[in-house]
């Protein structure tokens, strides 16, 4: 699989790095299908592609992402109910679906206002960086609809149940400082300081043993869902079959010869 950008999504892998860049910013970078279908293909590429080991995404212009285009609304408003389902599953839900087996670190750089379908997306990455300038809502109650992505799914996880909850139902916004104060983001720095603070923890990432990685980060989650017996278990096999990679025996050898690895995913 190959894919280029397209008007509304600049996609770009280098040094190891995919960038993924949502590019609406007249519209706040708010999502049509056409983002969502090459937002999900960059992804697949990414999974299947040996020379990317980390994913950063972020949006273009002032803003992350306002999620779904509202303007569009009344145009779907004579759509059945089972068409609206439909919508739902075959476009939006695609993004957090692939995500779920996504095996590599994503990076999300929240440049700006993140909205509704916008924030959600950003809780689905694996580490959040935000701009200070960047601000967070949860919009849905605003337009008379709930969370029908994932967010109701994604943010108990993140901040707990309580506070997910008064967020969902208030639409109210938060900054930040507020983010990163209830874990929605892990780090908080100045705007023009975000993408190369995003791409330094993408390249560290990157620098380390792509197998471990992924083995770290399905370990992370399949924990979420298992007993600790159950996981020690499962760690156990991991353990077994990371041990045997060539990438542990040159880290070992490059830590007895005081050199940097040279790690091939191997």
């Given at each position: 699989m190959?894919?280029?950008?397209t008007?509304?999504?600049?996609?770009?892998?280098?040094?190891?790095?995919?960038t993924?860049t949502?590019?609406r910013?007249?519209?706040k970078?708010?999502?049509?299908t056409?983002m969502?279908?090459?937002?999900?293909?960059?992804?697949?590429?990414c999974?299947?592609?040996?020379?990317?080991?980390a994913?950063?995404?972020?949006?273009?212009?002032?803003?992350?992402?306002?999620?779904?285009?509202?303007?569009?609304?009344?145009?779907?408003?004579?759509?059945?109910?089972?068409?609206?389902?439909?919508?739902?599953?075959?476009?939006?839900?695609?993004?957090?679906?692939i995500?779920?087996?996504?095996e590599?670190?994503?990076?999300v750089?929240?440049?700006?206002?993140?909205?509704?379908?916008?924030?959600?997306?950003?809780?689905?990455?694996?580490?959040r960086?935000?701009?200070?300038?960047?601000?967070?809502?949860?919009?849905y109650?605003?337009?008379g609809?709930?969370?029908g992505?994932?967010g109701?799914?994604?943010l108990?996880?993140i901040?707990?149940?309580?506070?997910?909850?008064?967020?969902?139902?208030t639409?109210?916004?938060?900054d930040?400082?507020?983010?990163?104060?209830?874990?929605i983001?892990s780090?908080?720095?100045?705007?023009e300081?975000?993408?190369?603070?995003?791409?330094?923890?993408?390249?560290?990432?990157?620098?380390q043993?792509?197998?471990?990685v992924?083995?770290?980060?399905?370990?992370?989650?399949?924990?979420?869902?298992?007993?600790?017996?159950?996981?020690?278990?499962?760690?156990?096999?991991?353990?077994?079959?990371?041990?045997?990679?060539?990438?542990?025996?040159?880290?070992?050898?490059a830590?007895?010869?005081?050199?940097?690895?040279?790690?091939?995913?191997?």
């Amino acid at each position: 699989m190959a894919i280029r950008s397209t008007d509304q999504l600049r996609f770009e892998v280098r040094d190891s790095i995919a960038t993924i860049t949502l590019n609406r910013p007249e519209k706040k970078n708010a999502f049509t299908t056409e983002m969502l279908h090459a937002w999900g293909d960059a992804l697949l590429e990414c999974a299947e592609r040996d020379d990317v080991r980390a994913v950063v995404l972020t949006g273009a212009g002032d803003a992350f992402c306002s999620g779904g285009d509202v303007g569009n609304m009344k145009d779907r408003a004579e759509d059945s109910a089972y068409q609206r389902k439909v919508a739902l599953a075959e476009r939006v839900h695609r993004i957090p679906l692939i995500l779920e087996t996504f095996e590599k670190p994503v990076i999300v750089a929240v440049n700006g206002v993140a909205t509704g379908a916008g924030m959600d997306m950003a809780l689905m990455g694996d580490i959040r960086i935000a701009a200070s300038s960047a601000r967070f809502a949860e919009t849905y109650t605003r337009v008379g609809i709930f969370s029908g992505d994932g967010g109701a799914w994604f943010l108990p996880r993140i901040v707990g149940t309580a506070k997910a909850l008064e967020l969902l139902w208030t639409a109210r916004f938060i900054d930040a400082a507020e983010a990163e104060r209830i874990g929605i983001v892990s780090r908080v720095v100045p705007d023009e300081q975000l993408m190369a603070t995003a791409y330094e923890l993408a390249c560290r990432i990157a620098e380390q043993p792509p197998i471990a990685v992924r083995m770290m980060k399905r370990a992370v989650y399949q924990a979420e869902r298992m007993d600790l017996r159950a996981h020690l278990d499962m760690a156990s096999s991991h353990m077994a079959a990371v041990y045997s990679t060539q990438d542990h025996r040159e880290a070992v050898a490059a830590f007895q010869d005081k050199r940097k690895p040279r790690f091939s995913g191997c």
